[in-house]
């Protein structure tokens, strides 16, 4: 089947196979591997992206189910190589090891601060609660969502 | 002059490219004409195997090949195991089984094709016929005369029987002063759970004959070795680069048959091929942790003195061993007494086959269930002679002076305060205002429960006399013409962050600034020796591998620089980009000493063009770090629910290079740990088959389920290397687990609870709530 996608503000357009997942498609086809893979079952939030501005587990979503969508991946967040709030805020307060949960864990941030833009510690564990993370204890990525808060805000 | 980076929270080197996903891990890596390899896996977890239909596999769209065991046997080694322990039965570990499965999701057939896709639809074709034998589950069962034997050419499931004795524990039992406490303690099984999975590329060329193998692995150098022997292969003719590493703690300080099947695989066909592993694949087929039940007689005086304790220890090993599968649970026996100079140990340890998936390293790697031991006991005792525990504590611990202290248990403790750190947590819980606050609480029917953890651990693994790969690692040092600074480790870290603290070390020592030091790592190719990254050992061993190579290059820029300035080379000192008198008097720019050394017109006699040195540690002794954690949790009378209230760790990993680091390493080392108290549980079923097997059944802790953690520090270096640095990597989950048990028994402490066998999950506690205990 024929999808046309606009992802991080390009448009394209790319014949699929109806079962292939999204995540495949934008790490495959699209040649973006900064989404991960963690779970195939929508637990950890590893290949976390927006769609049409909804934080999305691409591991359960359909290629063709994009059809039209505006998709935001990780590589997409910093166009002009500055770097987002989100991702400065995360290297300032060490919110991240291994760095495999960050992408994911970055995106839902993002839409976690879009709906929220001053959360508590405790509304941003909530907030996070479809994301894993095995290194962090959360401690760091917590205060690191605070850091880009106190920033986009001001 | 510029602040020395030694002790800073300097930002790390690692995280421009993770925190825009430009880091590449093995899914990442896309060859030209690379294939992709799918598993059939076995549903069963002891069984024969009849035939295996493999035709309708083989003419699926894109399949490529398909091999059972048959088809790699004498082709491709045995999956290795390194531990050496008197008398272990090693059973043959094939990549692929051959006539016989032993555990639910050991490879059967392997499946290579065009796409991840098309490859995992041909595995799913492949029939095989299974014969189901009776399974055993239950190491203690399967200890019994009528159990199944896993591996009849063994005779029984006893893979080993290790003893270890210090003192005269036999005397203690005549002295009738003494009183005697048992208990029985099970710690359960884990899955590790990196967030990355096991991934392997294997791309054969058979132009250079040349194997370079892509692995997610904690230890590349090792995993080389191995891969090598396997496939028959020179070392020279094998490569393994470990790419960024989403996670291991433990479970990648391996060699799996995966990765000798992507081998044989690229190898026969002369394609590269890819491995990745799925989750479900990962909690049943990656290594397990844990898994030990444990029997403790404890003599102690009635004033709280522990005078000896006996422990059985049966360790349930899984199906096969893996690399280091028997050596696991020694490490429990060797560490039972924690931090405690308690005279007299028997320790038996007896390492059971069942038809399980391996144990392994998991993050700890038997010593959380040493501390978990020890520190349920000195709890037990304070319950016993009804004493604080802290007083027991107290009580037991040897004096800061004792050091080094030799144990009976054999290993020599280099340096430690434990009085120190246990002061300084009970100060920050507030530990007597905790107590009020629990007897308010309890009149009105709520329970609070207080729970301390002073625990020791064994880190920067080792000594090589004691480690079967040899404990010493490679550290290189080479200066560029243009000044910049390449670092090489033959360590492997992958989050730890050592890109940055090796970073800090050499700028410091060499004066020039953190952005011109460059670390790489994981490459057998670039580095050329290494054992890894496990057991806490990176910055303590590796670390001052590099320190050691920075040592030798500055004595000898130190050369060329006294030589220009017509001074002694003990005279100068490296900083902010030169090389100079103390005073400043006599100085030469780092740029030129460097350019003088490598253009070399003018080098004093006797010294070779070229700044480029490396060095092997060997550590003499292993170091100990230590620390005493306060957990505080409320118990929901209505649900049985735990809620972690406060947490306060104070703990002591030796010199401190990077709080930021250290902190980070202790805050998920206590996630790991509070997961194993409260949460976490791999559970098979009497038939062996798994029952937690995708992340929707194994609970994996979330951001919200966590309180805020309050770390602090104390220093105490050891003078086992030069930059007094023990580790941290593994001190969270050494300590944090039974700190929260102890906490969640002290606070059921009315309902005459001794002990609980975690996790502590709400239906165990409520059914103690509404129904009382029968101990």
């Given at each position: 089947?024929?999808?046309?996608v606009?992802?991080n503000?390009?448009?394209?357009?790319?014949e699929?196979?109806?079962?292939?997942l999204?995540v495949?498609?934008?790490?495959?086809?699209?040649g973006?591997?900064?989404?991960h893979i963690?779970c195939?079952?929508?637990?950890?939030?590893?290949?976390?992206?927006?769609?049409n501005g909804?934080?999305?587990?691409?591991?359960?979503?359909f290629?063709?189910?994009?059809?039209?969508?505006?998709?935001?991946?990780?590589?997409?967040?910093?166009p002009?190589g500055q770097l987002h709030?989100?991702?400065?805020g995360f290297?300032?307060?060490h919110?991240?090891?291994?760095?495999?949960?960050?992408?994911?864990?970055?995106?839902a941030?993002?839409q976690?601060?879009?709906?929220?833009?001053?959360?508590?510690?405790?509304?941003?564990r909530?907030?996070l609660?479809?994301?894993?993370?095995?290194c962090?204890?959360?401690q760091h990525?917590?205060?690191?969502?605070?850091w880009?808060?106190?920033?986009?805000s001001? | 002059?510029?602040?020395?980076?030694?002790?800073?929270?300097v930002?790390r080197?690692?995280?421009p490219?993770l925190?825009?996903g430009?880091?590449?891990y093995?899914?990442d890596?896309?060859?030209p004409?690379?294939l992709?390899?799918?598993?059939?896996?076995?549903l069963?977890?002891?069984?024969?195997?009849g035939s295996?239909?493999v035709?309708?596999?083989?003419?699926?769209?894109g399949?490529?090949?398909?091999?059972?065991g048959?088809?790699?046997?004498?082709?491709?080694?045995w999956v290795?195991?390194?531990?050496g322990?008197?008398g272990?039965?090693?059973?043959r570990?094939s990549?692929?089984?051959?006539?016989?499965?032993?555990y639910?999701?050991?490879p059967?057939?392997?499946?290579v094709?065009?796409?991840?896709?098309?490859?995992r639809d041909?595995?799913?074709?492949?029939?095989?016929?299974?014969?189901p034998?009776?399974?055993v589950?239950?190491?203690?069962?399967?200890?019994?005369?009528?159990?199944?034997v896993?591996?009849?050419e063994?005779g029984?499931?006893?893979?080993?029987?290790?003893?270890l004795?210090?003192?005269?524990c036999?005397?203690?039992?005549?002295?009738k002063?003494?009183?005697?406490i048992?208990?029985?303690?099970?710690?359960q099984?884990?899955?590790?759970?990196?967030?990355e999975t096991?991934?392997?590329?294997a791309?054969y060329?058979?132009?250079?004959?040349?194997?370079?193998?892509w692995?997610s692995?904690?230890?590349?150098?090792i995993?080389?070795?191995?891969?090598a022997i396997?496939?028959?292969?020179?070392?020279?003719?094998?490569?393994v680069?470990?790419?960024?590493v989403?996670?291991?703690?433990?479970?990648?300080?391996?060699?799996?048959?995966?990765e000798?099947?992507?081998?044989?695989?690229?190898?026969?066909?002369?394609?590269?091929?890819k491995?990745?592993e799925?989750r479900r694949?990962?909690?049943?087929a990656?290594?397990?942790?844990?898994?030990?039940?444990?029997e403790?007689e404890?003599?102690?005086r009635p004033?709280?003195?522990?005078?000896?304790?006996?422990?059985?220890i049966?360790?349930?090993l899984?199906?096969?061993h893996?690399l280091?599968?028997?050596a696991?649970?020694?490490?429990?026996?060797?560490?039972?007494l924690?931090?405690y100079?308690i005279?007299?140990?028997?320790?038996?340890?007896?390492g059971?086959?069942?038809?399980?998936?391996a144990?392994?390293?998991?993050?700890?790697?038997?010593?959380?269930?040493?501390?978990?031991?020890?520190?349920?006991?000195?709890?037990?005792?304070?319950?016993e002679?009804?004493?604080?525990?802290?007083?027991?504590?107290?009580?037991n611990?040897p004096?800061?002076?004792?050091?080094?202290?030799?144990?009976?248990?054999?290993?020599?403790?280099?340096t430690?305060?434990?009085?120190?750190?246990?002061?300084?947590?009970?100060k920050?819980?507030?530990?007597?205002?905790?107590?009020?606050?629990?007897e308010?609480?309890r009149?009105?029917?709520?329970?609070?429960?207080?729970g301390?953890s002073?625990?020791?651990e064994?880190?920067a693994?080792?000594?090589s006399?004691?480690?079967?790969?040899?404990?010493?690692e490679?550290?290189e040092?080479r200066i560029?013409?243009t000044?910049?600074?390449?670092?090489?480790?033959?360590?492997?870290p992958?989050?730890?962050?050592?890109?940055?603290?090796?970073?800090?070390i050499?700028?410091?020592?060499l004066?020039?600034?953190?952005?011109?030091v460059t670390?790489y790592?994981?490459d057998?190719?670039?580095v050329?020796?290494?054992?890894g990254?496990?057991?806490?050992?990176?910055?303590?061993?590796?670390?001052?591998a590099?320190?050691q190579?920075?040592?030798?290059?500055?004595k000898?820029m130190?050369?060329i620089?006294?030589?220009q300035?017509g001074v002694?080379?003990?005279?100068l000192?490296f900083?902010?980009?030169?090389?100079e008198t103390?005073?400043?008097?006599k100085?030469?720019?780092?740029?030129?000493?460097?350019a003088?050394?490598i253009?070399a017109k003018q080098?004093?006699?006797g010294?070779?063009?070229?700044?480029?040195e490396?060095?092997?540690f060997?550590?003499?002794?292993?170091?100990?770090?230590?620390?005493?954690?306060?957990?505080?949790?409320?118990?929901?009378?209505?649900?049985?629910e735990?809620?972690?209230?406060?947490?306060?760790?104070?703990?002591d990993?030796?010199?401190?290079?990077?709080?930021m680091?250290?902190?980070?390493?202790?805050?998920?080392?206590?996630?790991q740990?509070?997961?194993q108290?409260?949460?976490e549980?791999?559970?098979?079923?009497?038939n062996?088959?798994?029952?937690?097997?995708?992340?929707?059944?194994?609970?994996v802790?979330k951001?919200?389920?966590f309180?805020?953690?309050?770390?602090?520090?104390?220093?105490t270096r050891?003078?086992?290397n030069?930059?007094g640095?023990?580790?941290v990597?593994?001190?969270?989950?050494?300590g944090?687990?039974?700190?929260?048990?102890?906490a969640?028994?002290?606070a059921?402490?009315?309902?005459?609870?001794r002990?609980?066998?975690?996790?502590?999950?709400?239906?165990?506690?409520w059914?103690?709530?509404?129904q009382?205990v029968?101990?």
């Amino acid at each position: 089947m024929k999808i046309k996608v606009k992802v991080n503000g390009a448009w394209r357009e790319d014949e699929v196979e109806p079962r292939l997942l999204l995540v495949h498609y934008l790490r495959d086809v699209a040649g973006l591997t900064g989404t991960h893979i963690g779970c195939e079952t929508s637990i950890c939030g590893a290949c976390t992206v927006l769609v049409n501005g909804e934080a999305v587990k691409s591991c359960t979503l359909f290629a063709v189910q994009a059809d039209g969508a505006e998709i935001l991946t990780i590589e997409g967040l910093a166009p002009d190589g500055q770097l987002h709030p989100l991702q400065q805020g995360f290297w300032e307060e060490h919110g991240l090891q291994c760095g495999f949960c960050t992408p994911g864990m970055i995106l839902a941030s993002y839409q976690l601060l879009k709906r929220n833009p001053h959360p508590s510690p405790e509304e941003i564990r909530q907030g996070l609660e479809g994301n894993l993370c095995r290194c962090t204890g959360y401690q760091h990525i917590v205060k690191a969502v605070e850091w880009a808060a106190a920033r986009m805000s001001s | 002059m510029a602040t020395p980076l030694l002790g800073q929270r300097v930002k790390r080197k690692e995280d421009p490219r993770l925190i825009q996903g430009r880091g590449h891990y093995v899914d990442d890596i896309q060859l030209p004409g690379m294939l992709h390899m799918a598993f059939t896996r076995s549903l069963h977890a002891h069984a024969r195997i009849g035939s295996i239909r493999v035709a309708a596999a083989k003419a699926a769209p894109g399949v490529v090949a398909v091999y059972t065991g048959q088809d790699i046997q004498g082709q491709l080694g045995w999956v290795p195991c390194a531990a050496g322990i008197e008398g272990l039965k090693v059973p043959r570990h094939s990549c692929l089984a051959i006539d016989k499965v032993c555990y639910v999701g050991e490879p059967v057939a392997a499946v290579v094709a065009a796409s991840g896709y098309a490859a995992r639809d041909a595995a799913d074709l492949i029939e095989v016929d299974y014969e189901p034998l009776p399974a055993v589950v239950n190491p203690e069962k399967a200890l019994a005369k009528e159990s199944p034997v896993i591996h009849e050419e063994l005779g029984d499931n006893v893979a080993f029987v290790a003893k270890l004795a210090g003192g005269d524990c036999a005397s203690l039992e005549a002295d009738k002063t003494l009183k005697v406490i048992k208990a029985r303690f099970i710690n359960q099984r884990l899955a590790p759970v990196s967030m990355e999975t096991r991934g392997v590329v294997a791309n054969y060329s058979p132009g250079e004959d040349l194997l370079t193998v892509w692995s997610s692995t904690q230890v590349p150098h090792i995993l080389k070795t191995q891969l090598a022997i396997m496939n028959s292969l020179d070392e020279a003719r094998c490569r393994v680069i470990a790419p960024e590493v989403g996670g291991g703690f433990g479970s990648k300080l391996n060699v799996y048959g995966e990765e000798g099947m992507a081998c044989l695989a690229s190898r026969r066909l002369g394609r590269p091929v890819k491995w990745i592993e799925g989750r479900r694949e990962n909690l049943q087929a990656t290594i397990h942790g844990r898994d030990q039940i444990n029997e403790l007689e404890v003599y102690v005086r009635p004033d709280g003195k522990v005078v000896g304790l006996k422990c059985s220890i049966i360790a349930d090993l899984g199906a096969y061993h893996q690399l280091l599968t028997p050596a696991i649970p020694t490490l429990t026996a060797l560490m039972i007494l924690g931090c405690y100079n308690i005279p007299n140990v028997f320790v038996q340890t007896t390492g059971v086959f069942t038809n399980k998936m391996a144990t392994d390293a998991y993050r700890g790697a038997g010593r959380p269930e040493a501390t978990y031991i020890i520190e349920r006991v000195m709890d037990l005792v304070a319950h016993e002679l009804n004493m604080d525990p802290v007083d027991v504590r107290m009580k037991n611990f040897p004096s800061p002076d004792d050091f080094p202290l030799a144990l009976p248990t054999g290993v020599t403790y280099d340096t430690a305060n434990y009085q120190r750190s246990l002061k300084k947590v009970l100060k920050a819980a507030g530990y007597s205002r905790l107590r009020k606050e629990q007897e308010r609480l309890r009149k009105k029917g709520k329970y609070l429960g207080i729970g301390l953890s002073t625990y020791v651990e064994i880190c920067a693994m080792g000594p090589s006399s004691r480690m079967p790969a040899g404990g010493w690692e490679f550290g290189e040092v080479r200066i560029d013409p243009t000044g910049k600074v390449t670092v090489l480790s033959g360590t492997s870290p992958h989050g730890q962050g050592e890109e940055t603290s090796f970073a800090q070390i050499v700028a410091d020592g060499l004066g020039i600034p953190y952005d011109d030091v460059t670390v790489y790592h994981g490459d057998t190719f670039q580095v050329p020796m290494g054992i890894g990254t496990f057991g806490s050992r990176t910055t303590a061993v590796g670390g001052t591998a590099i320190y050691q190579a920075m040592g030798r290059l500055k004595k000898k820029m130190a050369r060329i620089a006294a030589h220009q300035l017509g001074v002694k080379p003990g005279e100068l000192v490296f900083r902010d980009r030169r090389i100079e008198t103390e005073d400043g008097q006599k100085s030469i720019g780092f740029a030129e000493v460097v350019a003088e050394a490598i253009f070399a017109k003018q080098l004093p006699p006797g010294i070779d063009p070229g700044l480029h040195e490396h060095s092997v540690f060997e550590p003499s002794n292993y170091t100990f770090p230590f620390g005493a954690h306060v957990a505080v949790v409320e118990v929901d009378g209505e649900t049985g629910e735990i809620r972690l209230r406060n947490y306060y760790a104070v703990d002591d990993c030796g010199r401190v290079l990077n709080p930021m680091l250290v902190d980070g390493q202790i805050h998920g080392g206590v996630a790991q740990a509070v997961g194993q108290a409260l949460w976490e549980e791999l559970v098979y079923d009497e038939n062996g088959q798994l029952i937690t097997g995708s992340l929707m059944d194994y609970a994996v802790p979330k951001a919200h389920q966590f309180c805020w953690f309050e770390t602090q520090n104390t220093e105490t270096r050891t003078p086992v290397n030069p930059l007094g640095v023990k580790g941290v990597g593994e001190a969270g989950t050494i300590g944090a687990t039974p700190a929260v048990v102890n906490a969640v028994v002290d606070a059921l402490k009315p309902f005459g609870v001794r002990h609980i066998d975690m996790p502590l999950k709400p239906e165990k506690i409520w059914r103690i709530l509404k129904q009382g205990v029968r101990n």
